[in-house]
């Protein structure tokens, strides 16, 4: 009796043995799901050529996409997933222009953005197709993300770095620039530029503080620019930053 009751014991300690060896099908079953829900959020003309295969929580993106945004998008997307923790990226994209091309593209497409400012900043530079963009923007859009969007989808940008900071929106900084605005465009100096989209000189408000950057036709501008906005209220600090064209 003490021996069938140790061999039953025996068969009851093997069952779970043999769930166990069920469970590569399943995680099979498990990853192809997961390919298709990648493959279903990946939608659009830019990404139809992605390919999808998925390893345990880990997502393999590859193919050809026209250009960094659609690539940055398939991975964003692809992490959306719940079950995906990780994305490896073989996208290819174009091959790049030369650097000095690409900083052209980029320069122009920043200057031709429609709610570039004088009240913002963008600085960018170009590394073998790498593209860092940085500065400050006024917080009434999400101008930092529609620039990044906007320079991702220049044909043969390898990458795009962004670090542009949203200034404060407080209603202080708003008066500072509405108070600058009017002194430019009454003063015999500035009146060339009050009316420009994008003037040489640009002006960052934040928190009270305010730095001068860009270009002035000379000494007197100079000076005048720095007295004007010395003297405007609720101003707490001038950084003059300004270079003359002459």
């Known amino acids: 009796m003490r021996l069938m009751t140790f061999a039953a014991t025996i068969v009851t300690l093997v069952l779970p043995v043999s769930v166990l060896m069920e469970r590569p099908g399943e995680a099979g079953q498990a990853e192809q799901q997961l390919e298709r829900e990648v493959q279903d959020s990946l939608g659009g003309r830019d990404l139809e050529n992605v390919e999808v295969a998925v390893q345990g929580s880990e997502a393999s993106l590859s193919g050809r996409v026209p ?4 690539k940055h998008q398939a991975i964003e997307r692809a992490l959306e997933v719940d079950g995906i923790e990780t994305v490896s990226s073989e996208l290819e ?3 790049p222009e030369s650097d000095a091309d690409l900083a052209e593209a980029v320069a122009k497409v920043v200057q031709r953005y429609v709610y ?3 009240w913002d900043v963008i600085n960018g530079r170009v590394n073998q197709g790498e593209v860092l963009l940085s500065g400050w923007v006024t917080p009434d859009r999400d101008k930092a993300g ?3 969007e906007k320079v991702a989808k220049i044909t043969g940008v390898q990458y795009v770095e962004s ?8 209603s202080t900084d708003r008066r500072i620039r509405q108070s600058i605005a009017r002194q430019l465009r009454s003063n015999m100096h500035f009146e060339r530029i009050a009316s420009m989209k994008n003037p040489p000189l640009h002006i960052i408000v934040n928190n009270g503080h305010v730095r001068l950057v860009g270009y002035v036709q000379g000494q007197i501008e100079m ?3 720095q007295r004007i906005v010395g003297q405007t209220r609720d101003v707490l600090k001038v950084e003059n930053e300004l270079q003359t064209a002459q």
């Open 67 to 70: 250009h960094y945004w659609a």
């Open 93 to 95: 994209l174009p091959t």
């Open 116 to 118: 570039y400012t004088q």
């Open 146 to 148: 529609e620039l990044f």
């Open 163 to 170: 670090t542009i900071q949203a200034l404060s929106p407080s």
């Open 223 to 225: 000076i005048e620019i």
